[in-house]
């Protein structure tokens, strides 16, 4: 079971959304200018954002990024 975090949301369709750019980052383990850069190309299609706000679907963000082969746990 997972709970709702500071910076981990679970939508009611059951995404498990991340938070900000920080977030990107510490998923990846990468810097943030790294992580900007990850949002706008070939993580686009985890993002969402509105305004200054920024979410992350974590699961589609992992498999986009084992896709491009570039995965780092952490």
């Known amino acids: 079971f997972m709970e ?4 981990r949301v679970i939508w009611p369709d059951g995404r498990v ?4 750019l920080q977030s990107i980052a510490d998923m ?3 810097s943030k200018s790294t992580a900007h850069t990850y949002k ?17 679907d974590e699961a589609l963000a992992l498999k ?7 995965v780092k746990n952490k």
Request: glycine letters at 12%.
């Open 4 to 7: 709702n975090t500071i910076d």
């Open 17 to 20: 959304m991340r938070i900000g």
């Open 28 to 30: 990846f383990g990468v």
């Open 40 to 56: 706008n190309t070939f993580l686009k299609p985890a993002i969402i954002q509105r305004g200054r706000m920024i979410w992350v």
């Open 64 to 70: 986009l990024m084992e896709e491009n082969g570039a």
